[in-house]
């Protein structure tokens, strides 16, 4: 890799300030022709606060700036020799009678020659506002995100091409966003002893959509296409179990349920999950399997979180203190994978999993029909196209969540007494970190964690991973 | 002065954007890139090693059928109108073809004429299985003989081109690796494609669309065949000249040292496969931690329960060749009565009362070994015997060479083809299957004998194959005899009944040992109890296995009758649907052409 830089700096009576720079960069990881790219930055802010017409507000707003950025960023997100075919030798486990492994040799996948950077341009406005001798203080930002050219798979192929399709900068991709912070802190007197508070809040969200696609015309549901929000997540509509086997038997007869009945090794009976034929053509499917023809599917929710939000208290007085984090998102979504063992249990893989303490409360059987999970039967959950395993609006959960996220208790002991002792200071605290958390993900499943889910992406951490940790802490904290 | 400058700087700059330019080549030092590649025999070998693991099957004793149950029943047998179209895979992968056709197109840069020919060979030999791999499971499959490039539209987007354009490529592939492949090898091994693997695979896939097309006559939903297409009798034919040719011409042989008790069963126990009979094979090697299942399958409760069912039993003819079906209350024999005096390949194939296991010094009686069996029968062959070396009654520890094509298929296969075309000679079956009676010390299979009375039990609805009939309805039913007998457990039975129109005995013939109620059972006479079966409270006799019935064993007829392995599971068949494999969802969606088999319901609406 090789890069040039220049940057250049404006700062006129610390009112309007200017900076330049850009980065022109090669890298050995692109083709000949494909390697360099330019990345210029622009920034400018505006001090309101300090222009002399401002005068008469200033005892009031303090502060008060408005600035603006425009930035790009290049990204060399693929491997070392990615536009080259490389044959590489192993040693197989498969044998020739010649007393040793055989050798052999592979060739790399197809890529694309004219792989390049990716390019992240972004568009930022900010206000920064402090009222009241910076008491009261705000910062407000919006940002727009392009990244164009994103490195993709160049498109789905069919299974007869061999080999993982090659990757292309095909995709553009926008993230509008923003972020809030609202913060106040002030001291009075209470008693004769100073007493000092402040509130911190602040929130932020965002959405990024896939602006340009141009492998997908015909948009399969199932790769991006243009108008993509990402994370969305594409299901059934199952609104409630059999209620009686004539119903279950009628309703099969019906409609055509092959597509979700994987691992069912008898008929579909009361306390079965029941599809809805959102469509109306008597079959339960993905239709073509496109966005304008999903069959039975719908965008259910979005797996990104949104709303993301934090608050802050903390107080001092009289040589104590305490803080308080809370800290939380708005709706967002996830579907139990097949091996999250912890939320399937036994419908999961009956061989390997385990009983859950309350599982069976919340399992259908005729004296109770109101149960959330349908009448017992193993690996419907496991197998790919079984009733559970496939997407659907009943056991899709919301992991919105409010976190206790942090609580401080602390004091600290007069300075005048401990360095009598030669101790600077002495300050002896408690904290406790994940003191408690509230979230509709609990409704069935007290062992998961709103958070920990999202990381669950391995089997094997799905299968056994460990909870989030509540941590309290007892501390003594002495400087000399 | 200034014009000097300016020049001597604009030459620098270009001077040093060309030399950053050279700095940013970079190529890899630890790999080879696809252009100096492909060179030489030795990079063509490595490049074509890997198709052997990846092609040929390796694991034959696994297969599950109508002579064969497990304890998870395979999704082909039970899942009935729950088997559903996979999403993605489902055997639809076909980056084995890219590999091969990969090899074809670089063979040009390598300048040694002999290599070219012989990887060029191996190729297309690998090529012709990989097809023939494909059309056996879902019939039309669009043909690719190059390397594709994912511009490719029209080649990626293909719709299925018809089973018949299939076979006639795979023919082709098949005659340039008979003509290009090697006769041997210099280790004289069988563990690479010879001309005669060639051959004999070519006989085995002509027979395969040859019965596949006589069986499905009719079956118009199965194919599109184009007019011009060949006849099943065309397919029979060259399945009858290329085993004759493999026959006649090779240098393979039978294993036989004149032991009709044992030959059959060392053939598959050695150590090292015998390249005689062996004509193509996979090496295990347990100094090179290459090991595979087949003793722990057989010994093992956890290795899957492998169980051959009454049916295969049922198949095998007594010691002098009488039919077993003749005998006196043969339907309702106890095991030890059934197995004696039977062809002498039964007990080299399944364990029968009186046989031991001996692992580390500690020998044990392991005949109907409950545990283990799910019908009350044991698989006996590909078990090693046990050494010092290691013990086999282990997951995972068997060293035995695996055959792949052995010449006994190659008998059978030229038998039935000539038996279907009318065409078969007593001296035909001489010179194939009679060679197998003598080797197990059985009496020949005598033609006119065979077809003046068939087998009622071959033919009868419920246990045989009603749907042979013709003038050579008796011998072929002798022929299918031999080949359950012969190539018990060698991976080819499922694809029998796909090409035999047989599917039906998966939903009639799962059953095992029959018993005639409760009772202590002691089938070596050595006075001590092999198996209580009991029902109310458990009975204090002293007997090696003690079960429930209805609870611990199921019987057919509740408290007697035939075992039935996986009670709880119904064995089906879909005869309009499940001759042919579904395509795979994610396929159909990114290609429209690709039409579904028929009957498969994958929830598209296209």
Not at chain 1, 77 to 83: D, K, L, P, Q, R
Not at chain 1, 350 to 356: A, C, D, G, I, N
Not at chain 2, 217 to 225: A, E, P, S
Request: hydrophobic letters at 35%; charged letters at 20%; a negative charge.
């Amino acid at each position: 890799m090789l890069g040039f830089f220049g940057r250049f700096n404006y700062d006129y009576k610390g009112r309007y300030l200017v900076e330049l720079s850009g980065r022109y960069d090669g890298s050995s990881r692109f083709a000949t022709g494909h390697r360099w790219g330019f990345f210029p930055s622009a920034s400018a802010g505006w001090r309101i606060s300090e222009e002399p017409f401002f005068k008469p507000a200033k005892p009031v707003v303090s502060n008060l700036k408005l600035r603006g950025s425009f930035g790009t960023l290049g990204n060399q997100v693929v491997s070392n020799y990615a536009y080259i075919r490389t044959v590489s030798l192993s040693n197989s486990d498969y044998l020739f009678g010649e007393g040793s492994y055989a050798r052999s040799a592979s060739i790399s996948a197809p890529n694309a020659g004219d792989l390049t950077w990716e390019t992240v341009q972004q568009y930022n406005v900010g206000l920064d506002l402090g009222l009241l001798k910076d008491r009261l203080q705000f910062t407000g930002e919006a940002y727009i995100r392009n990244t164009l050219g994103m490195l993709v798979q160049s498109a789905e192929l069919p299974a007869v091409y061999g080999a993982s399709a090659p990757k292309q900068n095909s995709a553009n991709l926008q993230t509008r966003g923003f972020e809030l912070t609202l913060s106040w802190k002030d001291q009075f007197n209470l008693f004769g002893y100073p007493f000092g508070y402040g509130i911190s809040l602040n929130l932020s969200d965002y959405a990024s959509y896939i602006t340009k696609y141009d492998n997908n015309p015909t948009k399969i549901v199932s790769d991006h296409y243009v108008g993509r929000r990402l994370g969305e997540i594409w299901g059934f509509e199952v609104n409630k179990l059999f209620d009686t086997d004539l119903e279950a038997q009628r309703y099969s007869e019906e409609v055509d349920l092959s597509y979700v009945s994987e691992a069912m090794a008898s008929p579909w009976q009361a306390g079965d999950v029941k599809y809805e034929d959102l469509n109306g053509d008597g079959v339960i499917g993905v239709g073509a399997n496109t966005v304008d023809d999903p069959g039975d599917r719908r965008i259910l929710g979005n797996e990104l979180p949104s709303l993301s939000y934090g608050a802050t208290l903390s107080l001092d007085y009289f040589g104590f203190d305490f803080s308080i984090f809370f800290q939380g998102t708005g709706d967002h979504y996830w579907y139990p994978p097949r091996w999250s063992f912890p939320f399937w249990g036994p419908f999961s893989n009956p061989m390997q999993t385990f009983l859950r303490r309350d599982f069976l409360k919340d399992v259908w059987d005729y004296n109770n029909k109101n149960a959330y999970f349908p009448r017992a039967r193993g690996y419907i959950a496991e197998a790919s196209g079984a009733s559970l395993n496939r997407v659907n609006s009943r056991y899709l959960q919301n992991c919105r969540y409010l976190r206790l996220k942090n609580v401080t208790v602390g004091y600290t002991v007069p300075p005048k007494w401990t360095k009598k002792i030669g101790i600077e200071k002495i300050r002896v605290f408690f904290t406790g970190e994940n003191m408690a958390c509230w979230s509709p993900l609990f409704d069935h499943c007290a062992y998961l964690d709103p958070e920990a889910v999202a990381h669950d992406s391995s089997e094997t951490q799905g299968r056994s991973f460990y909870p989030w940790q509540k941590n309290f802490m007892f501390g003594i904290d002495i400087q000399f | 002065m200034r014009k000097i400058n300016i020049l001597w700087m604009a030459a620098a700059t270009l001077l040093f954007a060309n030399a950053c330019e050279k700095a940013l080549n970079k190529y890899p030092l630890d790999t080879v890139s696809e252009e100096s590649y492909f060179e030489n025999a030795t990079q063509l070998q490595f490049f074509t090693n890997p198709l052997y693991a990846a092609i040929l099957p390796d694991a034959p004793y696994d297969e599950q059928s109508d002579l064969m149950v497990a304890v998870n029943p395979s999704s082909l047998l039970v899942n009935g109108s729950y088997r559903t179209v996979p999403t993605s895979g489902g055997s639809w992968t076909w980056s084995d073809l890219r590999r091969i056709n990969t090899c074809l197109g670089n063979l040009h840069r390598c300048s040694d004429p002999v290599a070219v020919k012989e990887y060029n060979a191996l190729c297309k030999f690998f090529r012709a299985w990989f097809y023939y791999n494909k059309v056996r499971r879902f019939g039309d499959v669009p043909w690719i003989d190059h390397e594709l490039a994912s511009t490719e539209t029209e080649a990626l987007y293909r719709p299925r081109d018809s089973r018949e354009v299939i076979m006639t490529h795979i023919l082709e592939d098949l005659d340039e690796a008979i003509a290009g492949l090697p006769v041997s090898y210099a280790n004289g091994k069988t563990y690479r494609a010879t001309k005669w693997a060639a051959l004999a695979l070519k006989a085995r896939i002509c027979l395969f669309e040859g019965t596949f097309r006589k069986y499905h006559k009719g079956d118009i939903t199965l194919w599109t065949l184009p007019a011009t297409a060949r006849s099943a009798e065309d397919y029979l034919q060259m399945a009858a000249t290329a085993a004759a040719e493999l026959i006649d011409h090779s240098p393979h042989k039978l294993y036989n040292t004149g032991n009709p008790h044992a030959d059959y069963q060392t053939l598959f126990s050695e150590y090292q496969a015998n390249a005689g009979e062996y004509i193509l094979s996979i090496d295990y090697d347990y100094s090179l931690n290459t090991c595979h299942d087949a003793s722990g399958v057989a010994l093992v409760a956890a290795c899957g329960r492998n169980s051959p069912t009454r049916g295969l039993i049922d198949h095998y003819l007594m010691a002098d060749g009488t039919r077993y079906s003749s005998v006196s209350g043969w339907e309702t024999k106890n095991f030890a009565e059934q197995v004696a005096n039977r062809d002498p390949r039964l007990h080299q194939t399944i364990r029968i009362p009186g046989y031991n296991y001996t692992v580390l010094s500690n020998t044990r009686a392991q005949y109907c070994d409950m545990e283990i069996t799910l019908t009350g029968y044991s698989m006996n062959k590909f078990v090693m015997p046990a050494d010092n070396l290691a013990m086999k009654d282990i997951r995972d520890r068997s060293y035995n060479d695996m055959p792949v094509i052995r010449l006994a298929e190659v008998y059978l296969i030229f038998a039935e083809a000539k038996a279907e075309l009318e065409t078969l000679t007593q001296t035909d079956l001489d010179i194939s299957v009679n060679k197998l009676r003598r080797r197990a010390g059985m009496p020949d299979l005598n033609l006119s004998d065979a077809n003046a009375a068939p087998d009622p039990y071959l033919t009868s609805p419920s246990t045989g194959y009603p749907n042979v009939t013709g003038t050579n309805q008796g011998v072929i039913l002798e022929i299918r005899r031999e080949r359950v007998v012969e190539m018990a457990f060698e991976g080819l039975r499922y694809e029998d009944l796909l090409r035999w129109k047989s599917g039906d005995r998966i939903a009639r013939c799962q059953q095992g040992m029959y018993f005639p109620g409760t009772g202590n059972y002691d089938w070596n006479g050595d006075g001590k109890v092999d198996l209580c079966l009991y029902s109310g409270s458990k009975p204090s006799v002293s007997a090696t296995y003690k079960l429930k019935i209805g609870t611990d064993i199921f019987l057919t007829e509740g408290s007697k009758g035939y075992v039935r392995p996986c009670n709880s599971y119904t064995f089906t068949f879909d005869p309009d649907r499940d001759y042919l494999y579904p395509i795979p969802i994610e396929e159909r969606v990114l290609n429209h052409r690709l039409v579904q088999n028929p009957n498969w319901s994958d929830g598209l609406n296209f």
